[in-house]
């Protein structure tokens, strides 16, 4: 007697669909939403509380749909459609918490956020980058930012602040422009400081060594 066949439980069970699937977010993606819930904060479109409450629900998003829920009640808000070119950038975030981080890389500038946290990082013996120039990118939001730069070094802030507060306390200098090493910082202060300036101890850095080389070339 013949046997009826079983049905081939799996035949029929394809597989699911890549639109079906939630798409993840990025840490750029992230800041990008981050960074437009302050704008609107500045706008007036929302109090500090919901700025801290979006802000905290935009680092903890998954998917791109959860991301784009943060805002979606604003203007013009939604996650980009693809991540930010990749430049090697370091970030560095500290969040709902205090972090301090000591000589990171600087060759392809850095990133800097605090969200109810204060991050510090300590630049005075990270090398220095190899065209003298280092560009910071700091988000001080309900939190403070401390950069800590070696002596030598001319520093350029273009910041903007929403009550808060932007501060360069390291020592004028008296190089030549053209061999100092400079340090752009822009970004913006939400509830919070950016503070910029010299660590406690004279230590002699790398920074140092490539300003005494410059010189001795001049």
């Given amino acids: 007697m013949t046997q009826p066949q079983r049905p081939d439980l799996h035949k029929d069970l394809a597989p699911p669909s890549a639109s ?3 798409v993840l977010a990025s840490d750029a993606e992230r800041e990008d939403m981050v960074e437009r819930l302050r704008e609107a904060t500045a706008e007036g479109r929302l109090t500090l509380e919901e700025l801290a409450e979006r802000s905290e629900a935009a680092y903890l998003a998954r ?4 991301l784009s829920s ?4 604003l203007p013009h808000v939604t996650a980009p459609e693809s991540a930010r070119t990749a430049t ?7 969040a709902f918490g205090d972090i301090t981080h000591h ?5 392809h500038g850095i990133e800097a956020t605090a ?3 204060d991050l510090t990082l300590d630049l005075c013996a990270s090398p220095a980058p190899s065209t003298g120039e280092l560009t910071i990118q700091a988000r001080a939001i309900v939190g403070d930012v401390h950069l800590l730069l070696p002596e030598g070094v001319r520093v350029e802030m273009n910041c903007s602040t929403v009550l808060g507060d932007v501060r360069n306390l390291i020592r004028e200098h008296s190089g030549p422009e053209a061999i100092t090493p400079r340090v752009r910082i822009t970004g913006s202060a939400v509830f919070g ?3 910029v ?5 004279d230590r002699r850095t790398y920074w140092q060594r490539w300003l005494d080389e410059r010189r001795g070339r001049a």
């Fill in 20 to 22: 079906a699937r939630s």
């Fill in 63 to 66: 998917t791109r749909e959860e």
């Fill in 193 to 195: 400081d950016i503070i």
């Fill in 88 to 94: 090697g950038q370091r970030s560095f975030r500290a």
């Fill in 70 to 73: 943060v805002g979606e009640d």
């Fill in 197 to 201: 300036a010299h660590p406690s101890s």
């Fill in 103 to 107: 000589n990171p890389s600087l060759e």
């Fill in 115 to 117: 969200v109810f946290g």
